[in-house]
């Protein structure tokens, strides 16, 4: 399944207000860890520049914002309803732009960090050329999202995925056909070595496989 941008745009315009709330209760509250997690990886690298692609509503980019203040953080989504909440919520620096064509110049970050947000690109290959462009030598990119655990976790969780995920999140948000398409898209989501492969052919270096809670979801890094 390629996701189709309109609808993605059309549904992310609708969930706007909830979205924070939703992710939380869905997560049961582990994505704010996920997210730790991340800022540790980011704060590592010690940039003074970062690119956060499919921003949202902010929630990684407030996060690297709070904990590293010396980092000029741009939030970056097309969807301008949910960079509205973000500017709310403190993000200070935001641009409503389409990720696959970021009106950005060459080499003009130290790192792009994108959550929840590739996986929603009609291209993975494209998108991840596109962050490359705008990455300096020997930057580094960071994805987080979701993923597909194994052995017999995998069964449950796809219940959960296909079946309550979306029901508790039509209830939560009225809005039911924004959640429909996501468990497809999460089991069509390239992961583990495929996604690392993906990264390399986009011309990074030394792609990093973590898992987080399972396998639920992961965080790739790699370098230019």
């Not at 696959?100 to 993975?124: C, I, W």
């Not at 995998?154 to 995925?161: E, N, Q, V």
């Not at 993906?198 to 890094?221: C, D, Q, R, T």
Request: charged share 20%; with cysteine; glycine share 6%.
């Amino acid at each position: 399944m390629t996701p189709d941008a309109d609808y993605v745009h059309a549904a992310f315009s609708r969930i706007a207000e909830r979205y924070v709330t939703v992710n939380h209760v869905l997560s049961l509250g582990v994505d704010i860890l996920w997210r730790i997690r991340a800022v540790e990886l980011v704060a590592d690298w010690k940039p003074s520049t970062l690119l956060d692609v499919a921003t949202g509503t902010g929630d990684l980019a407030l996060d690297i914002q709070w904990e590293l203040p010396e980092v000029e953080v741009l939030g970056v989504d097309f969807c301008e309803p949910m960079l509205e909440i973000a500017r709310r919520r403190g993000l200070r620096h935001t641009l409503c732009a389409d990720a696959m064509h970021l009106p950005l110049p060459h080499s003009s970050f130290d790192a792009v960090t994108t959550a929840f947000g590739l996986r929603n690109m009609r291209d993975y290959r494209a998108a991840l050329q596109e962050f490359r462009r705008v990455l300096r030598p020997h930057g580094h990119l960071l994805i987080l999202d979701f993923s597909m655990p194994e052995g017999i976790f995998a069964g449950l969780y796809r219940l959960y995925l296909h079946h309550a995920l979306p029901r508790l999140a039509g209830i939560l948000t009225s809005a039911p056909s924004a959640y429909s398409y996501l468990g497809e898209s999460i089991e069509q989501f390239p992961r583990c070595e495929t996604m690392c492969h993906l990264l390399m052919e986009a011309e990074f270096s030394n792609p990093v496989y973590l898992p987080l809670f399972g396998g639920i979801a992961a965080i790739y890094y790699a370098q230019v």
